[in-house]
């Protein structure tokens, strides 16, 4: 069983940065690997990034690709995502996900956090 806990959301400008962190608990944190996923008001929820268990490599959506960089410290359990150049359109609830399969797919993922708001202001 893996719980997950996402913070570091909140209030930013219009081109600010925030970095947004996801821990777990358990010991076999290490072996998953883990998305962040977005839902935006009305909208459906989607893909953001993943990293694979050993970070190895990365994937990321079209739309955040070059302003959003995702990595993890297993020694802390901690996968973080760092936003950069935030627009209004980034403004959402941010979810963290985790699964022992490497997918994009967000109905493959079986441990999710309760989500951290992220508002960006024009």
């Known amino acids: 069983q893996v719980q997950l806990v996402e913070s570091g959301g909140g209030l930013v400008q219009a081109g600010g940065s925030l970095r947004l962190s996801c821990t777990a608990s358990?010991?076999?944190?290490?072996?998953?690997?883990v998305g962040w996923f977005r839902q935006a008001p009305g909208k459906e929820r989607e893909f953001v990034a993943a990293?694979?268990?050993?970070?190895?490599?990365?994937y990321y959506a079209d739309s955040v690709k070059g302003r959003f960089t995702i990595s993890r410290d297993n020694a802390k359990n901690t996968v973080y995502l760092q936003m950069n150049s935030l627009t209004p359109e980034d403004t959402a609830v941010y979810y963290c996900?985790?699964?022992?399969?490497?997918?994009?797919?967000?109905?493959?993922?079986?441990?999710w956090g309760q989500g951290t708001q992220v508002t960006v202001s024009s």
């Open positions: 996900a985790a699964d022992s399969r490497t997918t994009m797919v967000e109905s493959e993922y079986t441990y």
């Open positions: 358990g010991r076999t944190f290490r072996r998953y690997n």
């Open positions: 990293t694979t268990w050993s970070a190895g490599s990365t």
